[in-house]
């Protein structure tokens, strides 16, 4: 099954990693959480540090601060989980709780502030994420040359465009997932992801060839 | 000032690289690919873009670990001294083995089944050997790293 986008057909894709299966195994999750059951809780943080990290390193960029803020994420969620909803979709919810306690964190290191609007498309609110030189001890060792040329482009970025790109490429969410974690239609999705593209991409003119020539 | 709206070629483009195009609309895409310069230099700035984006994706925590653990000094001297005493002690009980074989007083039905069990082995291992050798500049999956 396909539907329309602007006169073409998207792919319906069977689930995925992170397709309704895993919404819902969540939600479950979630539910059995909230009436005690902390092996649920457990299983739930197992099945989500890896994304909550990655997300949490395109914000912040240091890898260390993106293991404590996923932590405290994971323990906020725990704390609200009363006001969970029953039904309701998990990973949006989620989400938001780990977009906030990162915003947080930049807010308290003065690293966040308020991006002009009329500096993109739809006319919503965003942040510019003004990044420490320091922010990575030791991971320059791990990274090379390319990867850290890629990573200095992308904390050029606002932060919207650092989560959706994060969603795409880190988390290699289909278009469908990222709407659903961000709760937007797919359009937009497709709307964001290419005007994100096309600011890192003009990031990263002249220091490596991505004109569709051999990089 | 907004950003201009993207073309229809160019959001195809992008759900192509994605690969989020329906059968349908994939292959009538790759046709117009064939025969359009300009939409196949732009699929190809998109898979370039994407093939950096994984090389530079954050490490996932048990990798994280791995290479941590590759650094650190003592991880490295427990490795390297197991490896040379290791190799050590293979060459030395070769060498006890092959001086038992020669002057051990070893009945010749012992003896030569013992002989041909070793040269077998040591037949198999250099032919093992050789064609991974050989192959090996071949071999798509050698750059990998865990």
Redo the contacts between chains.
């Keep these: 099954m396909?539907v329309p986008?602007?006169?073409?057909?998207?792919?319906?894709r069977a689930d995925g990693e992170y397709g309704e299966d895993v919404e819902a195994r969540a939600s479950a999750w979630m539910t059995r959480a909230k009436q005690g059951d902390e092996a649920a809780f457990d299983a739930l943080t197992q099945a989500l540090?890896?994304r909550a990290?990655?997300l949490a390193?395109?914000w912040v960029g240091s890898?260390e601060d993106?293991l404590e803020l996923a932590q405290e994420a994971f323990l906020k969620t725990y704390r609200a989980r009363d006001t969970f909803r029953d039904g309701e979709p998990f990973l949006p919810w989620f989400h938001r709780i780990l977009r906030n306690t990162c915003y947080s964190f930049l807010r308290g290191k003065k690293r966040l502030t308020p991006r002009s609007l009329?500096a993109?498309?739809e006319?919503e609110s965003d942040w510019d994420i003004v990044d420490d030189t320091h922010a990575e001890p030791g991971a320059a060792?791990?990274?090379?040359e390319?990867?850290q040329v890629?990573?200095t482009a992308?904390k050029r970025l606002s932060a919207r465009d650092r989560e959706i790109?994060a969603l795409?490429?880190?988390e290699e969410l289909?278009?469908a997932d990222i709407a659903r974690a961000l709760e937007i239609p797919e359009g937009t999705v497709?709307?964001r992801?290419?005007?994100a593209?096309?600011r890192?991409?003009r990031a990263?003119e002249g220091k490596?060839?991505?004109?569709?020539?051999t990089? | 000032m907004s950003p201009p709206a993207p073309s229809r070629d160019e959001l195809l483009a992008m759900a192509f690289v994605d690969d989020e195009l329906a059968p349908e609309a994939r292959a009538e895409f790759e046709q117009r690919l064939a025969r359009e310069p300009a939409l196949r230099r732009e699929v190809s700035a998109l898979k370039d873009l994407e093939l950096l984006a994984r090389e530079a994706a954050p490490k996932e925590l048990v990798e994280h670990e791995w290479a941590a653990l590759a650094r650190e000094p003592a991880q490295r001297a427990a490795l390297g001294l197991g490896a040379t005493l290791l190799v050590v002690g293979v060459l030395a009980l070769a060498t006890y083995g092959v001086y038992f074989l020669i002057e051990a007083p070893l009945p010749p039905l012992l003896r030569w089944p013992l002989v041909t069990v070793l040269l077998g082995g040591a037949f198999l291992f250099g032919a093992v050997l050789r064609a991974r050798l050989r192959t090996l500049p071949h071999d798509p999956y050698r750059h990998v790293r865990r």
């Design positions: 396909s986008f602007d006169g073409f057909p998207l792919k319906r540090r890896e990290l990655r390193q395109g890898r993106a009329s993109h498309e006319g060792l791990e990274q090379s390319r990867a890629f990573w992308f790109l795409r490429h880190f289909a278009y497709m709307s992801l290419f005007h593209r096309a890192l991409r990263l490596l060839d991505l004109d569709g020539g990089a």
